[in-house]
């Protein structure tokens, strides 16, 4: 379990990447293209917070723990990982590359940031304070 967690956010962010070289009606497109742009525009919001959950997930399985150094450093990978990713689809026929993307990147990471910096370090969010104590529990073997 431990090396499936840490492994994820790296293959997450492979997936990133390939999914980036295609052009954006690749895998699906809506027959509305006003629901087809804002629901994929939506996604950014998402994507980059999902990848910086992966890495909390992977940052608990060391011996340490999440700290708030760790916390950061998620939230900051996930982040280069969306400049990175809006660099390489300026060079990709049929994508674009804009702030305002990797904008989106920022606020889904931050969300996500903020309740797990308030179930960790703040006392907040019990629950999921809970399960990311779990989290580290099963992988740590105690």
């Known amino acids: 379990m431990k090396w499936i967690l840490r492994l994820l956010p790296l293959l ?8 980036s070289s ?6 699906v497109q809506i027959s509305n293209s006003w629901w087809d742009n804002h629901i994929k525009e939506s996604l950014h919001l998402i994507e980059f917070a999902i990848l910086y959950l ?3 997930l992977a940052f608990l399985t060391r011996r340490g723990g999440l700290t708030r150094g760790w916390n950061v450093l998620g939230a900051v990978l996930a982040a280069l990982w969306g ?3 809006e660099i390489h689809q300026s060079f990709v026929p049929y994508r674009s590359a804009t702030l305002f993307d990797f904008i989106k ?4 990471i931050s969300v996500c940031f903020y309740f797990v910096r308030g179930a960790m370090f703040a006392g907040k969010f019990t629950s999921l304070r809970k399960a990311l104590l779990r989290v580290k529990e099963i992988c740590l073997g105690r």
Do not use: P, R, T
């Open 22 to 27: 295609y052009s954006s009606d690749q895998f």
């Open 12 to 19: 997450y962010m492979a997936i990133i990447w390939i999914q």
């Open 105 to 108: 990147d920022i606020i889904g």
């Open 83 to 85: 400049i990175i990713d």
């Open 54 to 56: 992966l890495l909390v």
